[in-house]
């Protein structure tokens, strides 16, 4: 098991030691200090984004983009991606089994379920490279410049799994200014914090960058352990360090090289489940919760209470590394056209335990082990982009390659309570009357004809997964300025891909429960006439029986199956704008686009009644767990205005979106499936109003997305619900709002508030829609207030997130094994703190 208490003695060792390094520098920055500033005046319609790979006003960009600058974040209190939603609306980000499956989802769409082999419709790239799925790119993201998040299909330039957008994370480069900083953070829940950088020059050409952090905190969940073997009382709690340097060199007036590594590792307890409503089977696990006095799960369903059952560990260990390198050369070519490589090297990798059953009763888990549950990437990527203009074309080329490693470990345990809880909990779908009987958790014994407690037991399932994805494309994007107002874009890409899995199946205790029905039906039979059904009702109830004992996990038919899968995808996809420029006030502008999001395989034991992924729940195994790929077509009419001398944006788009197989995960009964949704629209409007006035900063914005499956009908019976119905995590509104104002005390103080809250409606957190995973609309709020020296050398500030302390779910679920129960993974409650800063 991972130790999980926090490591506080590492507090940033790194900064530490860096800031050794250099006794000089606080003398030299305070010189600085003390010369009068001289800074160009500013103002927001100067805001500078990389949407289209190149540097571009943002009101010059027909291109949905939320800009936010490093004040901002800040203000915010932004870390990761997940911090990012309270700023973006329509964005919505989760968390479920671990920290390492958090899924983004713009205006409704992103990746639904949690599994390796669906990848991601919103991708994330962190300076200028790739990360294969959101939990990948979920960690500290150090010093930010600037984040942009791109809405609608941006496959066209960044690449063919960004169907529903782009979340594009800009770090600091290193500069040719020295400075340092130090944070120091404390908070409820026990929490600390310690983070720092330096920025060094190293002669006249080159600079040296580093930022490490040290983070931890109690978790905000209390947990009933039961009789263990789980230790930790808390969970979601957190516990990690990250590392990122970066060395730049200019060797000459026309070519920039910057070197960046980073290195994050995480070890922490995450995620159990609290119980939303508690259903009849409760009580089966009641009773066999071995704790005098406690209970198997909560005994009233109160979620906001904050606590959960759970006797197993939920440790996880994630780990994530990379190096790159961005060169960018002004070439003698093509009038000074730019030539950029952006080469990369990334490692990942992510181990947790989990109670499968969310109780304290030994039913079903996995260790936090690798041997147990483990994921993990290795990729390498390498871009090329020629850009370059002339008096009325700027121009982009570009190629892109990736080779993706994906190596998944599986098992599932079975503990000495599932065999009598599953034998009670089938009578009682039988007829509940049976299920009162003092011998009930004899029965799946007797049907077996294996002698009690062996029917189910230990290492149930040992699955290995490895895939291998290589991907090449090329791609254009040109804009033409057909005259002073007037520009056409074009933007092409050709993606091709081919995937390869290999897939291994063991069961090592042997499946022997199930095994033993598909031997002999006859004595299921018997062991239910026994309990007094006739034979034409025991007949009937055999097959609920022996697909009950031969759930994925404990079924024979999977034990030492090996196969192999193969696809090969050529894919277009591309863009199509008109932008037209009235006055120096209001731009227009209206968009085509054509998305593409990859193919791929389910990577976990997926069995139906046909052995095709296409039936419905059933014992047979799927060999072919393929899935085609996910096509969007997207149209946008767009304006962007500038008011009050540039201090004043307000921008508006009408968006209509059309999704075909749109690929969902779905739980048929027994296993989890890919199905492929013929049809999901998503059509509404987003806005946003950017202001500054002196040290007065308002930030807002509003998304109105009406997003629905199609009318089509499903094969599930789980999805009935799906057909003509809003889809899951889609609220129809959403609304971001920030206020920042920054006012002189004194002579030499200076003070700044912040406020920055978001709304969103009613919304389903389930793939199935079931109406007890409906989530209420809510809103939370942010706020930061600071004081600090006017050369800028040191604040305090005083910061809280979720400062109402709003209740909310990430996500509901079906208690797994529990009839008429259902979980949640709840949102963060409030937390607050101070931090100190200190500059030179």
Same mark, same amino acid.
Not at 1 to 4: A, G, H, L, V
Not at 409 to 415: D, F, H, K, L, S
């Given at each position: 098991?991972?130790?999980?208490q926090p490591k506080r003695r590492r507090l940033a060792l790194a900064v530490v030691a860096a800031l050794a390094t250099s006794p000089a520098l606080p003398a030299m920055a305070q010189d600085a200090a003390q010369a009068p500033a001289q800074q160009e005046a500013k103002t927001l319609d100067k805001l500078v984004v990389t949407a289209q790979k190149r540097e571009e006003a943002l009101q010059d960009v027909p291109v949905v983009v939320t800009a936010l600058s490093e004040e901002i974040l800040k203000d915010t209190g932004v870390r990761d991606v997940k911090d ?169 007036? /026309?070519?920039?090289? @910057?070197?960046? #590594?980073?290195? %994050?590792?995480?070890? *922490?307890?995450?995620? !159990? &489940?609290? =119980? ?92 936090? /082990?690798?041997?147990? @549950?483990?994921? #993990?990437?290795? %990729?390498?990527?390498? *871009?090329?982009?020629? !850009? &370059?203009? =002339? ?450």
């Open positions: 098991m991972f130790d999980t990012l939603q309270v700023l973006v609306p329509g964005l919505t980000v989760t968390s479920t089994q671990s920290e390492a499956l958090t899924t983004a989802r713009i205006r409704g769409i992103g990746t639904v379920g949690d599994n390796a082999g669906l990848e991601s419709s919103v991708g994330v790239v962190i300076d200028g490279v790739y990360r294969p799925r959101n939990g990948v790119g979920f960690g500290d993201l150090g010093e930010l410049e600037r984040i942009e998040v791109l809405k609608g299909p941006q496959g066209t330039l960044f690449g063919k799994n960004t169907s529903a957008g782009v979340i594009n994370v800009v770090t600091k480069r290193p500069g040719f200014e020295p400075s340092a900083e130090v944070e120091l953070t404390g908070g409820n829940y026990a929490a600390m914090g310690i983070a720092g950088s330096l920025n060094l020059p190293i002669g006249d050409n080159s600079a040296f960058r580093i930022y490490a952090a040290q983070r931890a905190r109690d978790g905000y969940i209390d947990v009933h352990i039961g009789a263990g073997p789980r230790t930790e009382t808390d969970d979601f709690n957190q516990d990690f360090g990250t590392v990122r340097a970066q060395f730049r060199w200019d060797p000459s007036d /026309t070519l920039t090289l @910057n070197l960046a #590594a980073d290195v %994050t590792n995480r070890t *922490e307890d995450c995620c !159990t &489940g609290v =119980t939303i409503i508690r259903g009849s089977t409760a009580s089966i696990l009641d009773a066999l919760t071995p704790m005098p006095g406690d209970r198997g799960v909560a005994p009233i369903a109160d979620p906001y209470a904050r606590e959960a059952w759970s006797n197993r560990s939920t440790g996880q260990h994630i780990k994530d590394k990379g190096l790159s390198l961005q060169a960018d050369w002004t070439t003698p070519w093509f009038g000074g056209a730019t030539l950029t490589s952006v080469t990369a090297k990334r490692k990942w990798s992510s181990a947790n335990g989990l109670d499968f059953d969310f109780s304290t009763a030994d039913l079903l888990y996995r260790n936090p /082990t690798e041997d147990d @549950n483990y994921s #993990a990437f290795d %990729t390498f990527s390498q *871009e090329f982009r020629l !850009t &370059g203009s =002339t008096d009325t074309v700027d121009w982009l080329v570009g190629a892109f390659y990736s080779n993706e490693d994906l190596d998944r470990n599986e098992a599932y345990r079975v503990g000495a309570a599932y065999e009598p809880y599953l034998s009670v909990a089938i009578l009682g779908r039988i007829n509940p009357a049976l299920a009162a009987s003092p011998t009930a958790p004899l029965f799946l014994s007797q049907a077996s004809g294996r002698p009690f407690g062996t029917v189910f037991l230990g290492h149930a399932a040992a699955d290995t997964y490895e895939q291998n994805a290589k991907s090449f494309a090329l791609f254009t994007n040109n804009t033409w300025h057909a005259s002073d107002a007037l520009d056409l874009t074009l933007g092409l890409r050709y993606t091709s891909e081919d995937k390869s899995l290999s897939s291994r199946y063991t069961n090592p205790n042997g499946g022997l429960g199930c095994a033993s029905m598909l031997a002999n039906p006859a004595q299921v039979v018997a062991a239910l006439v026994a309990r007094g059904l006739t034979v034409a009702q025991a007949s009937a109830a055999a097959p609920q029986v022996v697909g009950f004992s031969c759930l994925p996990w404990t079924n024979v038919r999977h034990n030492g199956r090996h196969t192999e899968q193969d696809m090969s995808e050529g894919e277009w996809s591309g863009t199509l704008k008109a932008a037209y420029r009235w006055n120096d006030h209001v731009m227009t502008y209206a968009s085509a686009a054509r998305g593409y999001k990859g193919g791929g395989f389910n990577l976990d034991r997926v069995q139906s009644n046909t052995g095709l992924s296409s039936g419905v729940s059933g014992i047979v195994p799927v060999d072919d767990t393929s899935f085609p790929a996910e096509f969007v077509d997207s149209y946008e009419l767009g304006a962007k205005t500038t008011w009050l001398g540039g201090n004043l944006l307000l921008n508006a788009t009408l968006f209509h979106q059309t999704y075909s197989d749109f690929q969902l995960n779905s739980f048929l009964g027994t296993s989890f499936v890919v199905r492929s949704i013929p049809t999901v629209t998503s059509r509404g409007f987003d806005a946003e109003v950017l202001y500054q006035n002196g040290g007065l900063f308002v930030q807002g914005g509003l998304t109105y997305a009406k997003t629905e499956y199609g009318d089509d009908l499903l094969p599930d019976p789980d999805l009935v619900l799906l057909p003509g119905s809003t889809a899951s995590f889609a609220p129809e509104w959403s609304a971001t709002g920030a206020v920042g104002y920054e006012f002189d005390l004194g002579k030499n103080l200076v003070a700044r508030m912040h406020v920055g809250a978001k709304y969103m409606s009613e919304y389903n957190t389930g793939s199935d829609l079931d109406p007890q995973k409906l989530q209420s609309g809510y809103t939370t709020v942010n706020a930061r207030a600071s004081i600090g020296g006017r050369d800028g050398h040191w604040a305090v500030e005083l910061w809280a997130q979720n400062l109402t302390d709003a209740e909310y779910m990430q996500v509901a679920f079906d208690a797994p094994l529990q009839t008429g129960s259902w979980n949640a993974f709840l949102g963060q409650p409030r937390t607050y703190g101070v931090t100190l800063r200190w500059r030179y």
